[in-house]
Protein backbone atom coordinates (compact mmCIF):
# COMPACT_ATOMS: atom_id res chain seq x y z
CA UNK A 1 0.00 0.00 0.00
CA UNK A 2 1.00 3.99 -0.42
CA UNK A 3 -0.61 6.15 0.53
CA UNK A 4 -0.06 10.00 -1.19
CA UNK A 5 -1.05 13.62 0.49
CA UNK A 6 -0.89 16.36 -1.39
CA UNK A 7 0.38 19.99 -0.40
CA UNK A 8 0.74 23.11 -1.90
CA UNK A 9 -2.89 23.81 -3.82
CA UNK A 10 -4.32 27.75 -3.16
CA UNK A 11 -5.78 30.82 -4.55
CA UNK A 12 -3.38 32.65 -7.13
CA UNK A 13 -3.84 35.34 -9.77
CA UNK A 14 -3.24 34.54 -13.27
CA UNK A 15 0.31 34.37 -14.26
CA UNK A 16 1.10 33.42 -10.77
CA UNK A 17 3.67 30.15 -9.68
CA UNK A 18 2.45 27.60 -7.62
CA UNK A 19 4.34 24.48 -6.00
CA UNK A 20 2.30 21.36 -5.29
CA UNK A 21 4.13 18.21 -3.58
CA UNK A 22 2.45 15.32 -2.89
CA UNK A 23 4.18 13.02 0.02
CA UNK A 24 4.06 9.29 -0.15
CA UNK A 25 3.97 6.93 2.90
CA UNK A 26 4.38 3.05 2.49
CA UNK A 27 5.55 0.78 0.00
CA UNK A 28 9.60 1.98 -1.80
CA UNK A 29 8.80 4.98 -3.04
CA UNK A 30 11.16 4.85 -5.95
CA UNK A 31 9.60 1.89 -7.18
CA UNK A 32 6.56 4.18 -8.38
CA UNK A 33 5.81 5.93 -11.31
CA UNK A 34 4.32 9.28 -10.27
CA UNK A 35 1.85 11.21 -11.49
CA UNK A 36 -0.42 14.38 -11.53
CA UNK A 37 -4.12 14.89 -12.76
CA UNK A 38 -6.52 17.50 -12.72
CA UNK A 39 -10.41 17.33 -12.27
CA UNK A 40 -12.60 20.18 -12.39
CA UNK A 41 -16.84 19.60 -11.66
CA UNK A 42 -18.93 18.11 -14.16
CA UNK A 43 -15.27 17.20 -15.82
CA UNK A 44 -12.86 13.91 -17.05
CA UNK A 45 -10.22 13.96 -14.58
CA UNK A 46 -7.00 14.83 -16.96
CA UNK A 47 -3.81 13.87 -17.39
CA UNK A 48 -0.87 16.79 -16.28
CA UNK A 49 1.73 15.12 -16.49
CA UNK A 50 4.22 12.17 -14.82
CA UNK A 51 7.60 11.01 -14.27
CA UNK A 52 9.18 7.64 -14.25
CA UNK A 53 10.91 6.00 -11.64
CA UNK A 54 14.33 7.49 -11.18
CA UNK A 55 13.20 10.81 -12.53
CA UNK A 56 14.96 10.77 -15.59
CA UNK A 57 11.82 10.55 -18.03
CA UNK A 58 8.70 13.20 -17.60
CA UNK A 59 5.61 13.24 -20.22
CA UNK A 60 3.18 16.16 -19.71
CA UNK A 61 -0.29 17.24 -21.15
CA UNK A 62 0.11 19.33 -23.90
CA UNK A 63 -1.85 22.04 -22.00
CA UNK A 64 0.86 22.41 -19.55
CA UNK A 65 3.98 21.91 -21.64
CA UNK A 66 6.66 24.40 -21.02
CA UNK A 67 4.70 26.20 -17.88
CA UNK A 68 5.04 22.74 -15.50
CA UNK A 69 7.40 21.04 -13.92
CA UNK A 70 7.03 17.55 -12.59
CA UNK A 71 10.20 16.40 -10.13
CA UNK A 72 11.17 14.03 -7.68
CA UNK A 73 13.39 13.69 -4.90
CA UNK A 74 13.34 10.05 -3.99
CA UNK A 75 15.39 10.55 -0.82
CA UNK A 76 12.00 12.53 0.87
CA UNK A 77 9.19 10.19 -0.85
CA UNK A 78 7.86 13.45 -2.57
CA UNK A 79 6.86 14.32 -6.29
CA UNK A 80 6.51 18.14 -6.96
CA UNK A 81 4.86 20.04 -9.86
CA UNK A 82 6.02 23.09 -10.40
CA UNK A 83 2.99 25.56 -12.29
CA UNK A 84 4.30 28.43 -13.78
CA UNK A 85 2.28 31.24 -15.72
CA UNK A 86 -1.04 29.97 -14.11
CA UNK A 87 -3.86 30.38 -16.54
CA UNK A 88 -7.50 30.74 -15.06
CA UNK A 89 -8.03 27.17 -16.82
CA UNK A 90 -5.67 25.56 -14.46
CA UNK A 91 -7.83 25.62 -11.88
CA UNK A 92 -8.77 22.63 -10.77
CA UNK A 93 -8.25 20.27 -7.83
CA UNK A 94 -4.59 18.16 -8.58
CA UNK A 95 -4.33 14.91 -7.89
CA UNK A 96 -0.82 12.82 -8.19
CA UNK A 97 -1.17 8.84 -8.37
CA UNK A 98 1.24 6.22 -8.31
CA UNK A 99 1.65 2.85 -10.18
CA UNK A 100 4.81 0.42 -10.78
CA UNK A 101 4.32 0.58 -14.17
CA UNK A 102 5.13 3.83 -16.87
CA UNK A 103 1.89 4.71 -18.74
CA UNK A 104 -1.05 2.45 -17.06
CA UNK A 105 -4.27 2.15 -17.88
CA UNK A 106 -5.14 3.04 -14.47
CA UNK A 107 -3.16 4.58 -11.51
CA UNK A 108 -3.41 2.16 -8.60
CA UNK A 109 -2.96 4.79 -5.72
CA UNK A 110 -4.62 8.45 -5.70
CA UNK A 111 -4.05 10.97 -2.97
CA UNK A 112 -7.37 13.11 -1.61
CA UNK A 113 -6.62 16.11 -3.68
CA UNK A 114 -5.30 19.71 -3.26
CA UNK A 115 -7.44 22.62 -4.43
CA UNK A 116 -5.75 25.46 -7.00
CA UNK A 117 -7.90 27.99 -8.09
CA UNK A 118 -6.46 30.89 -10.69
CA UNK A 119 -8.78 33.80 -10.48
CA UNK A 120 -8.22 37.57 -10.81
Known amino acids: QVQLVESGGGLVRPGDSLRLACEAS????????MAWFRQTPGKEREFVAA????????TYADSVKARFTISRDNAKNTVYLQMNNLKTEDTAVYYC?????????????WGQGTQVTVSS
Open 97 to 109: AAHSAWAPKEYDY
Open 26 to 33: GRTFSSYV
Open 51 to 58: ISWNGRTT
